[in-house]
């Protein structure tokens, strides 16, 4: 019944490693997004997807790389892991790109 | 100067409290304000809209000023379990439709 739902919620990994989390929504919305709150917990957008089309990306190093299979999947790809990506990893989507969001649980990554 | 701003905090008050926090935003295309709610561990839920006449839902009364760009949040009577980060959330109106979190003031209601 959950929401937004995004898998897993902690991953610990090695640095130089390529990890992937996904995120299903069963809202119906047309838009998700990831954001990263890191350990200061400010939290910031790094991409954002409306229909399966990417609409936003904040200056996200390359290394990360979302894919939409569909509407209601929004998975983030990260390869060669920096210990600067340890933080938490929230996905989000909305009805429509200006109305509220709804979050997943989060995904706490820590790279050693 | 940030997208949009809050209050740094931490507020600490004593239970039955009435505590307000504000918020501005810089770009005066801004569509659609929201306070949100983030438990500590937790993810940030959506707590109310602000809607540009002023809005209340029970103990929180939230309004927008646009003409001043600022958005603020009040909470009467302060419960325990009201101790939270409260983000403000900004919309702006582009076609990227992105939202802009406010980086939240800390709220710690005590006995």
């Known amino acids: 019944d959950t929401a937004v739902s995004q898998t897993p919620k902690y991953l610990v990994t090695q640095m130089g490693n390529d990890k992937s989390i996904k995120c299903e929504q069963n809202?119906?919305?047309?838009?998700m997004y990831w954001y990263k709150q890191d350990s200061k917990k400010f939290l910031k957008i790094m991409f954002s997807?409306?229909?399966?089309?990417?609409?936003i990306n904040e200056t996200v190093p390359n290394r990360f790389s979302p894919k939409s299979p569909d509407k209601a999947h929004l998975n983030l790809h990260i390869n060669s892991l920096e210990l600067g990506d340890s933080a938490v990893y929230f996905c989000?989507?909305?009805?429509?790109?200006?109305?509220?969001?709804?979050f997943g649980q989060g995904t706490r990554l820590t790279v050693v | 100067r940030k997208e949009v701003e809050q209050d740094p905090g931490p507020f600490n008050v004593p239970e039955g409290a009435t505590v307000a926090f504000n918020c501005t935003y810089s770009?005066?295309?801004?569509?659609?304000f929201f306070w949100y709610r983030q438990d500590c561990r937790k993810e940030p839920k959506l707590l109310m809209s602000?809607?540009?006449s002023g809005n209340e839902d029970g103990r929180f009364t939230a309004q927008l000023n646009r003409a001043s760009q600022y958005i603020s949040l009040l909470i009467r009577d302060s419960k325990l379990s009201d101790s939270a980060t409260y983000l403000c959330?900004?919309?702006?109106?582009?076609?990227?439709?992105?939202?802009?979190f406010g980086d939240g003031t800390t709220l710690t209601v005590k006995p």
């Open positions: 989000a989507s909305s009805h429509e790109r200006r109305t509220e969001a709804f």
């Open positions: 809202l119906g919305h047309d838009t």
């Open positions: 602000v809607y540009s």
């Open positions: 770009n005066s295309a801004s569509q659609s």
């Open positions: 997807y409306n229909n399966k089309e990417l609409i």
């Open positions: 959330v900004v919309n702006i109106n582009t076609n990227a439709g992105k939202s802009t």
